[in-house]
């Protein structure tokens, strides 16, 4: 294992970002010392990257704290409107995207210990997304406010609080859904998001007119490109794979100097060589070397466990935003363990295997 990813792996052991309920916080704040509130993302977020650093070190205590995370979220899931919220307190709504990540993070759990309390409440969720978020442009609701579960208003000027191409990342906990437990209706709700989002996706970037806007939206547009994995042979989403890696590698570039995102350049670099992987769009070596010197910038070195490994979430031209982000730290430890694999020849990564 490099030093980069030991390093990783022990700020989620001791950096105090993962609560002892096992709920893990949205970021640290460096500059206020202070965890922000925990979140069901971030948790769902935290147990799929627990279980992938356990996968490559085997040490216990990452996959007792992925239990720890997972038994969060199933306690989280209120049976009694169906809903699993995004905060617990107030537990005012909930999001379809974060059930998404949810339902990959308690799969990833199911599977590494066999225990079916994961699998069971993940397929509760994932029939609730079905359910409750569905459009009628055929897309899904963002949020939907609790407990009624009435839409919240849309914002164009949001991409978060709007449908689009994003959700499809979401959406891929049907597929892994339809592994899981062989029903048919959840490949098939996968397959309608997949045709959604292709029809949609060309209007996503630039889709804002201020440049720090546009690289936040190369975050989205990423998990789009994340999302068409499972058919990413077929020909529609091979065509949009390789335009789309080459849409956010300009848009970033371009941007960078002004404003980058360490997410953006984890998530873009993960993609070229699953894309490569699946011989669908050849990773361009250079761009992606430099997108890997540039993550490693991003890093934290300090005596202080709170920090110490941990990956800041951006940069404002050369000065680095006060944010220990467990989701950038999590993009970007795979990022680079697939990078150091690719350059090494190891064996090609597996679908299953990418981080939510």
Same mark, same amino acid.
């Given at each position: 294992?490099?030093?980069?990813?030991?390093?990783?792996?022990?700020?989620?052991?001791?950096?105090?970002?993962?609560?002892?309920?096992?709920?893990?916080?949205?970021?640290?704040?460096?500059?206020?010392?202070?965890?922000?509130?925990?979140? !069901?993302?971030?948790?769902? +977020?935290?147990?799929? &990257?627990?279980? +992938?650093?356990?996968?490559?070190?085997?040490?216990?205590?990452?996959?007792?704290?992925?239990?720890?995370? %997972?038994?969060?979220?199933?306690?989280?899931?209120?049976?009694?409107?169906?809903?699993?919220?995004?905060?617990?307190?107030?537990?005012?709504?909930?999001?379809?995207?974060?059930?998404?990540?949810?339902?990959?993070?308690?799969?990833?759990?199911?599977?590494?210990?066999?225990?079916?309390?994961?699998?069971?409440?993940?397929?509760?969720?994932?029939?609730?997304?079905?359910?409750?978020?569905?459009? %009628?442009?055929?897309?899904?609701? *963002?949020?939907?406010?609790?407990?009624?579960? &009435?839409? %919240?208003?849309?914002?164009?000027?949001?991409?978060?609080? @709007?449908?689009?191409?994003?959700?499809?990342?979401?959406?891929?906990?049907?597929?892994?859904?339809?592994?899981? !437990?062989?029903?048919?209706?959840?490949?098939?709700?996968?397959?309608?998001?997949?045709?959604?989002?292709?029809?949609? @996706?060309?209007?996503?970037?630039?889709?804002?007119?201020?440049?720090?806007?546009?690289?936040?939206?190369?975050?989205?547009?990423?998990?789009?490109?994340?999302?068409?994995?499972?058919?990413?042979?077929?020909?529609?989403?091979?065509?949009?794979?390789?335009?789309?890696?080459?849409?956010?590698?300009?848009?970033?570039?371009?941007?960078?100097?002004?404003?980058?995102?360490?997410?953006? +350049?984890?998530?873009?670099?993960?993609?070229?060589?699953?894309?490569?992987?699946?011989?669908?769009?050849?990773?361009?070596?250079?761009?992606?070397?430099?997108?890997?010197?540039?993550?490693?910038?991003?890093?934290?070195?300090?005596?202080? *466990?709170?920090? %110490?490994?941990?990956? +800041?979430?951006?940069?404002?031209?050369?000065?680095?935003?006060?944010?220990?982000?467990?989701?950038? &730290?999590?993009?970007?430890?795979?990022?680079?363990?697939?990078?150091?694999?690719?350059?090494?020849?190891?064996?090609?990564?597996?679908?299953?295997?990418?981080?939510?």
């Amino acid at each position: 294992m490099s030093p980069q990813l030991s390093r990783a792996a022990q700020w989620w052991l001791h950096s105090g970002i993962q609560l002892p309920s096992g709920g893990v916080a949205r970021y640290y704040r460096s500059d206020l010392q202070r965890n922000h509130s925990v979140s !069901t993302e971030i948790t769902g +977020y935290a147990v799929s &990257t627990l279980v +992938y650093l356990h996968s490559l070190t085997g040490d216990p205590q990452l996959l007792e704290r992925a239990r720890s995370a %997972a038994c969060f979220l199933v306690n989280a899931w209120d049976s009694t409107i169906s809903a699993i919220p995004f905060e617990l307190d107030p537990a005012d709504a909930t999001y379809y995207f974060d059930c998404g990540i949810i339902v990959r993070g308690l799969l990833a759990a199911w599977r590494a210990t066999g225990a079916y309390q994961f699998r069971e409440t993940a397929a509760a969720i994932g029939s609730g997304m079905l359910r409750d978020f569905s459009a %009628a442009d055929g897309g899904f609701h *963002p949020i939907l406010g609790l407990p009624a579960k &009435t839409p %919240a208003p849309r914002d164009a000027d949001r991409w978060s609080r @709007c449908p689009g191409c994003y959700q499809l990342k979401s959406a891929m906990a049907w597929y892994d859904l339809g592994e899981a !437990t062989g029903a048919i209706e959840f490949r098939s709700a996968y397959e309608d998001a997949v045709q959604f989002a292709l029809r949609t @996706c060309g209007s996503f970037l630039p889709g804002h007119s201020e440049s720090a806007k546009v690289m936040d939206r190369l975050h989205a547009y990423a998990y789009f490109l994340e999302g068409l994995l499972p058919l990413a042979t077929r020909p529609d989403c091979a065509r949009a794979l390789d335009h789309g890696i080459a849409r956010v590698a300009e848009f970033l570039r371009q941007i960078a100097p002004e404003f980058e995102r360490s997410d953006v +350049y984890a998530q873009l670099l993960r993609i070229r060589i699953y894309a490569d992987s699946a011989g669908v769009a050849p990773l361009d070596r250079a761009a992606a070397e430099w997108e890997a010197a540039r993550l490693a910038e991003f890093q934290a070195e300090s005596p202080d *466990p709170r920090i %110490a490994g941990g990956f +800041y979430f951006g940069r404002r031209a050369s000065d680095r935003m006060p944010y220990l982000n467990p989701v950038s &730290t999590a993009f970007a430890l795979q990022a680079l363990a697939l990078w150091d694999d690719f350059r090494h020849g190891a064996k090609k990564p597996t679908r299953r295997d990418l981080l939510i």
